[in-house]
């Protein structure tokens, strides 16, 4: 074997080359990765806890804030505390640190600048400026870098303020490096006016991307009361102002002119804000006054009035407005002079907030929800900012006009800081006034001056003695107590718990689910003209499963067999409605009716075993016996007397046939007094009307005797006395619970049964249950004597032998 060597001499050179390459390659990255620690950098060891990551950050963005320090290496460094910051603060980001050094999900720490290398799928890529490409992301927007947590805490409750504007990038999108002026030019220009702006990296914040719907780079998303609409034409910036101005909602400021300017002023009543006036020369509503106009819809009414239209000019001569500069006009009570006016050339947004900051509310205005009562009548925090609420309780009708006006005049004459005036209508917040005069209704007008102590609702308050109708002497007596309040802040002597007022401007649900249906129509219409099939499919998916499933059952009922659709049919269980009044002691048993009708079910052969025998432990079955006779008035009188006990769900109702099965009943009497042991005297062989509750399991039963309460008209004058004393001794036999162990069938009581089964006419038969209601809640309270057998009998022949045997 011979061994061959080469002489080329480039061969001896690329190995030692190749490895002092990647010797070099390795050396970098290890000083790349010990460079850029977090810790270091904040100045923090790796057992730091998030209160001492926070302050260190916070010292070092004071100290390396690009505004602050003019230092070339300023802003470098405040990035770098940033994204150290980020990787710390969130706990599963520090521990992929800790454990294997990763920064990121997706991209290492600081990839945005000059960093040496970054990580992607496992291999190493140089940075782009060893490429020389343009860094997508410069200190500007940084500001703007929105993330997870941070939006859903500030931007999506701040959208309910004022529109939001973001941007979705990610790293080498050479589209977004192309829109980037314009979008810079469109950022300069908004969000002086109160836009809010955003930018959200589609590989950094790829879970907030999600939750926005953009899957792709870049896009550009409006975002407006919580509801997320996509920008679909060109990056232009007269389209992206367009388009913020499409997301407000519409009627946020109403034209005026001279024909409707009074009407506008005096709705403050009904619609319980204060009316501003924009007047210019522009014949749209400018945007910075739309933005406004929603920031404040909730507190102020908004109108614009063109001043270069000729049919407003009596508008302007009335109030004496400059044609030269834009001049803002504040109404509230009086409808004839502002309490407060601001005209400058250049309208600036601070200025416009803060004059409408000053004036949100009425001078005596009316509490409607539980929002304006707080901000009025704030809680009391310190012992020197004591708020007090003088609150008049009225009503709506015309007749409380006069009192609500001196109330008005006397709130506007005594300004003053800790005190705030407002009004209530008894009729819309009647828990707050049955909490304020314990709970009782104030007849008149009355005055309460009360001082809140707490979120939960507690106030002291102190109600002003004479009420309120708007004389002098009453006005005179208020301010008296307004005065000594101040000298002695203990003078609110009762205390109360508030509940939260009513909202009456709250939209009725009908109206709330039609705003949500057209958001939702809107959605849908937006994704299918764009075509975002990848949010349309669970839609899509879902509507086809649904006419799917409609269009199959018509077509299966239309193939199939007439006689095949048509359910088979048990046999119907006797159903009998009670009367109207037989609701009447509903309050007597343990849970209330669910039906308007009580289900008796008829003892026969076949469902004798499943109602009795196996009756499950606890369950009672009661049983009215009856004849084929007495069957209609018995079951009618029996539905009237146990409705009230038909919603207990351990009773069942009954009827046994006496004429189908005679033998039962005697056969179960006789087997009740062998176990007891007792000699009583053979019954009546008449059982119509005898009610038994039958437990199957413990094998006993309790008894119910017909009773006759009804005056029969055939009898003569001289049975009066008699039939009395035959019903009194009745009665008490009943109320006894018919006991069949008991000596109350005497010989006497024998006689008048006899009597009264002589006169057997429909007045008694309707009559016997006049006394099971009774019975009924002495079966419920477990006082009634039970007669307890051996076995049960059982129905038809079997029945007949054993009772012969006997």
């Not at 250049?346 to 001078?363: A, P, T």
């Not at 102190?462 to 000298?487: A, F, I, M, P, T």
């Not at 649900?509 to 219409?525: E, K, T, V």
Request: glycine share 4%.
């Amino acid at each position: 074997m011979t061994v061959s060597s080469s002489t080329d001499p480039q061969a001896r050179v690329r190995p030692p080359l190749l490895a002092m390459f990647l010797l070099i390659l390795s050396v970098l990255l290890v000083r790349a990765a010990s460079e850029y620690d977090p810790y270091k950098i904040l100045g923090v060891g790796r057992s730091a806890s998030q209160a001492e990551i926070k302050r260190a950050y916070k010292n070092l963005a004071r100290e390396w804030h690009p505004d602050k320090n003019k230092d070339p290496k300023a802003e470098d460094m405040f990035i770098k505390v940033s994204k150290s910051y980020e990787i710390l603060s969130n706990e599963e980001r520090r521990s992929n640190f800790d454990r294997y050094g990763q920064m990121d999900d997706n991209q290492p720490f600081g990839q945005s600048q000059h960093h040496g290398f970054r990580s992607f799928h496992n291999s190493f890529y140089f940075d782009e400026s060893f490429f020389h490409f343009p860094r997508s992301r410069d200190f500007a927007d940084n500001k703007y870098m929105l993330h997870h947590a941070q939006f859903n805490s500030d931007v999506l409750p701040g959208s309910y303020k004022r529109p939001y504007l973001i941007k979705v990038t990610s790293e080498w999108c050479f589209a977004c490096i192309h829109i980037e002026p314009v979008w810079k030019e469109t950022v300069q220009e908004l969000e002086p006016l109160g836009v809010g702006i955003g930018i959200v990296d589609l590989g950094y914040e790829r879970r907030l991307a999600n939750q926005l719907g953009a899957h792709r780079a870049p896009s550009i998303i409006g975002l407006v009361n919580g509801r997320v609409t996509f920008f679909h034409q060109a990056v232009v910036r007269e389209h992206l102002r367009q388009f913020v101005e499409n997301l407000l909602p519409p009627k946020l400021v109403e034209k005026i002119t001279d024909d409707n300017y009074m009407t506008f002023l005096e709705n403050w009543r009904s619609e319980n804000k204060p009316s501003l006036l924009l007047f210019d020369q522009v014949p749209i509503v400018p945007l910075l006054y739309k933005l406004t106009a929603f920031a404040f819809r909730d507190y102020v009414r908004f109108g614009y009035v063109d001043q270069g239209e000729t049919h407003n000019s009596r508008l302007l001569r009335q109030f004496n407005v400059n044609t030269y500069a834009p001049t803002m006009l504040l109404f509230k009570e009086d409808t004839e002079k502002p309490v407060d006016i601001i005209q400058a050339r250049g309208m600036k947004r601070q200025i416009m907030d803060e004059f409408v900051s000053n004036n949100k509310f009425l001078q005596v205005p009316r509490l409607v929800s539980q929002q304006i009562f707080d901000e009025l009548c704030p809680v009391k925090q310190f012992h020197r900012r004591r708020k007090y609420c003088v609150l008049l309780i009225t009503g709506e009708d015309p007749a409380f006009l006069p009192g609500n006006k001196a109330f008005l005049d006397f709130a506007t004459a005594n300004k003053k800081d800790v005190l705030r005036f407002a009004y209530v209508y008894q009729r819309q917040q009647q828990p707050l006034c049955q909490a304020l005069f314990q709970s009782q209704a104030a007849l008149s007008p009355q005055v309460v001056i009360l001082e809140r102590r707490s979120q939960a609702g507690k106030v002291q308050y102190r109600s002003v003695s004479g009420g309120w109708n708007g004389s002098d002497d009453d006005k005179y007596h208020l301010h008296e107590q307004l005065e000594l309040l101040q000298k002695d802040p203990t003078y609110l002597r009762s205390d109360a718990t508030l509940p939260e007022l009513n909202n009456e401007m709250a939209p009725i649900f009908i109206i709330q689910w039609m705003n949500a249906a057209y958001d939702y129509l809107l959605q849908i219409y937006d994704d299918l003209l764009y075509s975002n099939w990848s949010e349309m499919m669970p839609i899509l998916s879902l509507i086809f499963s649904a006419l799917f499933i409609l269009f199959g059952t018509v077509i299966i009922q239309a193939f199939s067999e007439p006689g095949e659709s048509e359910p088979r049919q048990s046999k119907p269980k006797p159903q009998t409605k009670p009367e109207d009044d037989a609701s009447s002691r509903a309050s007597t048993s343990s849970r209330a009716p669910k039906k308007d009708f009580v289900e008796v079910t008829e003892l026969t052969d076949i469902t004798y075993t499943s109602n009795l025998v196996k009756l499950r432990p606890g369950h009672l079955n009661v049983v009215l016996v009856l004849t084929s006779a007495s069957k209609n008035a018995l079951l009618r009188k029996f539905a009237k007397e146990v409705f009230s006990f038909s919603g207990t769900e351990t009773l069942h109702f009954s009827f046994l046939n006496a004429d189908k099965h005679l033998h039962w009943m005697p056969w179960l009497l006789r087997s009740a007094r062998q176990s007891s042991h007792s000699d009583d005297e053979e019954e009546s062989t008449d059982y119509t009307g005898h009610v038994l509750a039958l437990n199957g399991y413990k094998k006993y039963f309790c008894l119910f005797r017909p009773v006759f309460t009804g005056d029969d008209p055939s009898d003569s004058s001289s049975e009066t006395s008699f039939s009395s004393d035959s019903r009194r001794k009745s009665r008490s036999r009943s109320r006894s619970s018919s006991h069949s162990r008991s000596r109350s069938h005497s010989r006497e009581d024998g006689a008048s049964s006899r009597r009264a089964s002589s006169r057997a006419t429909s007045i008694e038969v309707h009559h016997k249950l006049d006394r099971l209601g009774l019975w009924m809640e002495r079966l419920m309270e477990g006082t009634l004597p039970r007669l307890h057998v051996s076995a049960w009998p059982v129905l038809g022949g079997a029945a007949s032998n054993t009772s012969t045997e006997s």
